[in-house]
């Protein structure tokens, strides 16, 4: 089993949907979880932080389950901009591994 | 806002040459990072550095490679008889703390091997 695994995608959506990505991982002792963006060929950016509450900044929501190990990130009345790759990070012991991203295309 | 940056943005070397990539991470982390990125493929961990001394690395982290943190602000990985197949995107990052705060990564060098 991968140790962080994301539906690579595509997700091809038109503007204004709802679009959610799962992304699961194997070390059951992960501390902490991190949705990135990366657009093409530029460095990944942090998104948002991930917690065991759940967490919302804006149109964006990110959920944290430990007991199935898996983290979503949903995103909202998706605009245009929100195309890109989206990298679920899980950080166990200060080893930071990267899922390969589920890319997203909105449309107009 | 503070931000880590990476020089050069793009290097173009002969395979069998030493490159030096050079990064100033944010002034008030204490954690430093490289990682690399295949064209295509997913970000990879290369090396982790705090207190001037090497914290954990990735099997992909080879004698070839060697980190250095030779002043105050600049962090370098230096690649040492560089191959064809280290052709990719090196990240570098920074973060606060150990692993509860997300890191913060720079621009990113392209380096194409001939």
């Known amino acids: 089993r991968k140790e962080v695994e994301q539906d690579p995608g595509p997700f091809n959506v038109p503007e204004g949907a709802t679009v959610a990505f799962n992304c699961t991982y194997s070390?059951?002792?992960?501390?902490?979880f991190f949705w990135y963006r990366q657009d093409c060929r530029k460095e990944p950016k942090l998104l948002m932080s991930?917690?065991?509450s759940g967490n919302e900044d804006g149109r964006f929501t990110a959920q944290l389950n430990r007991a199935s190990q898996y983290i979503s990130l949903l995103i909202r009345d998706s605009k245009l901009s929100d195309s890109a790759t989206y990298l679920c990070v899980v950080n166990s012991n200060n080893d930071m591994r990267f899922g390969a991203g589920t890319r997203l295309t909105v449309k107009p | 806002e503070p931000e880590v940056t990476q020089t050069p943005s793009h290097q173009v070397t002969q395979m069998g040459q030493e490159v030096i990539l050079r990064c100033v991470p944010i002034s008030n982390h204490l954690y430093f990072y490289w990682y690399r990125q295949i064209l295509g493929q997913k970000v990879e961990f290369l090396v982790s550095f705090y207190n001037n001394e090497i914290s954990e690395k990735s099997e992909i982290f080879d004698d070839q490679f060697s980190v250095e943190r030779p002043d105050g602000s600049n962090f370098t990985l230096k690649i040492r008889s560089t191959k064809l197949e280290d052709s990719a995107m090196y990240f570098c990052?920074?973060?606060?703390?150990?692993?509860?705060?997300?890191?913060?990564f720079g621009d990113g060098t392209r380096l194409s091997i001939l």
């Open positions: 070390n059951s002792a992960s501390q902490s």
């Open positions: 991930v917690y065991s």
């Open positions: 990052a920074s973060s606060e703390d150990r692993g509860y705060q997300p890191q913060h």
